[in-house]
């Protein structure tokens, strides 16, 4: 079966999406998650080298996440580093999984935040975009994470605009209403994951700028 990836900007809900699907029997890998696990094993080579060259950054041993974030966020040699010592890992576990994920007759699906920004997007066999206009994501983000305005606008900085991503989505989920819209955004979509072939991506894509309204950053 087919393999997506699920992406979007903060805010959008990518992990309430994926966790939706999964109910309706999706595999899912979390990209997220699955640096946490590598940052809370205290064997792993993530780890030994994330605590060697980020000392400051632990609380009695263990990686604080929110900490690390803030500490490279506005020093980009430091970010660098940084990426430099998870994202190999990652991808590699990620295409691993791929590659199991498509011997299995389940719809499987990879939530990955940055995958357009790392260029990740030909791993996969199709592209799923969760999008909510800016403002939303914003006043989401901050009211999740508790950042200023200014700190959320820095963060977003960081990721390819909105509409950037759209252009290049295969399948489109507006999540910038009710839950209940939601759920309908993700029946409809579900129908249309479960016929998807290779050879349908570039009309799919053509279908998908059609239906991509109002979007922003």
């Known amino acids: 079966m087919p ?15 994926c966790a939706m699907l999964a109910k309706r029997g999706a ?21 030994k080298k994330v605590a060697t060259v980020f000392p400051q950054t632990l609380t009695r041993g263990v ?15 430091a970010r660098m580093r940084l990426e430099g010592i998870v994202h190999p890992p990652v991808i590699k576990a990620l295409r691993a999984w791929c590659l199991k994920a498509r011997s299995k007759k389940l719809i499987a699906l990879a ?21 909510a206009p800016l403002k939303t994501l914003r006043e989401r983000t901050k009211k999740r994470k ?3 305005v200014r ?11 909105m509409a950037t991503k759209i252009r290049q989505a295969d399948f489109i989920i507006d999540n910038s209403a ?16 479960q016929t998807y072939t290779s050879r349908e991506k570039n009309s799919l894509r053509s279908i998908t700028k059609e239906v ?6």
């Not at 393999?3 to 999406?17: H, L």
């Open 3 to 17: 393999v997506f990836a699920i992406t979007g900007n903060p805010g959008c809900g990518k992990s309430t999406v």
């Open 27 to 47: 595999l899912i890998f979390d990209a997220d998650a699955y640096v946490h696990r590598l940052y809370q094993n205290r064997k792993s080579p993530v780890y």
């Open 63 to 77: 990686i604080d996440r929110r900490a690390l974030g803030a500490f490279v966020f506005n020093k980009p040699k």
């Open 111 to 131: 939530e990955v935040p940055l995958l357009f920004e790392k260029k990740l997007e030909n791993i996969f066999d199709g592209v799923i975009v969760v999008r």
């Open 146 to 148: 508790g950042y200023s």
């Open 151 to 161: 700190s959320a606008r820095d963060r977003f900085s960081l990721y390819l605009p």
């Open 178 to 193: 009710s839950r209940a819209r939601l759920y309908k955004e993700i029946d409809i979509a579900w129908k249309k994951i």
């Open 212 to 217: 991509s309204y109002g979007c922003d950053h």
